[in-house]
């Protein structure tokens, strides 16, 4: 794993920024997959001001993200749909129907799991996979489990993450109790993964992740094994490693 620290967020975001900007020059048709949550933002504000300055193209690119709350429909302000048309799509020049958000409304969750993976595979795969982390480990939705979980798939949230993502919600009996993500499988099958994290309550994730244990338990220690793996991280998310 490469590890990169930073004082700010802001500095966190604009090196991610960096990263994704390299592979669109060197590929625009690249696959991205995309990440929700907060720590992310500022590396789209960065990619949305390298293209309004001319510098990034998105036209040929296209956008899998990795996950979406069940039961919210696209147009609903606290959906991964909305998240990302307000933080990014809106912002750019991506093809709207060159992204790709799972359905959290979809009649058969499973269904609509397998023809994800099946649109990412038959797009080429992941170029470049964006990753935030939740204080337990989670990557996507894919909370601390027994195994890890291939494909795209049905989840229940844990409490430590509806907690997290009530601030997002008017109150938390609002937060949805499951979610469509991506599965480990789905994460590792990308090209390159681009991990961010900040804030002193992710220090122990981030410790965990890279010094603890393989295992389902921290599902993101499980980038132990990737071959090209990119840690953006601020002093506060470093401090335990
Ligand atoms: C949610 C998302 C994750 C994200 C996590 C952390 O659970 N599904 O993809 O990494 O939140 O969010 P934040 O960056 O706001 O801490």
């Known amino acids: 794993m490469e590890i990169r620290v930073y004082d700010t967020k802001e500095q966190c975001g604009k090196a991610a920024a960096a990263i994704i900007a390299a ?27 390298l293209y309004e300055e001319g510098v990034l193209d998105f036209s040929k690119a296209v956008s899998y993200n990795l996950d979406e709350y069940v039961g919210l429909p696209a147009d609903h ?21 060159a992204t790709h958000v799972p359905s959290g409304t979809a009649g058969d969750i499973h269904e609509e799991g397998a023809a994800y993976d099946a649109a990412i595979a ?13 204080r337990n480990g989670h990557i996507g939705f894919n909370e601390p489990a027994d195994s890890f979980t291939k494909g795209c798939h049905l989840v229940q949230l844990t409490d430590s993450t509806i907690d997290a993502n009530t601030r997002f919600f008017n109150s938390r009996d609002e937060v949805p109790k499951q979610a469509i993500t991506m599965g480990i499988g789905s994460i590792m099958a990308a090209k390159t993964v681009l991990l961010m994290a900040t804030g002193a309550d992710k220090a122990w994730a981030i410790n965990a992740t890279v010094n603890g244990e393989l295992t389902p338990a921290v599902p993101a220690s499980v980038l132990q094994t990737h071959h090209d793996v990119i840690l953006i991280l601020d002093k506060a998310a470093a401090s335990l490693l």
């Open 77 to 97: 302000v606290c959906s991964y749909h909305h998240f990302m048309r307000v933080n990014l799509f809106d912002h750019v020049n991506i093809r709207l129907d």
């Open 122 to 134: 038959a797009a080429g795969g992941i170029d470049i996979q964006v990753l935030g982390i939740g």
């Open 23 to 49: 592979q669109l020059l060197r590929k625009p048709a690249s696959v991205l997959g995309l990440a929700t949550g907060s720590t992310p933002i500022p590396c789209y504000q960065e990619l949305v001001r």
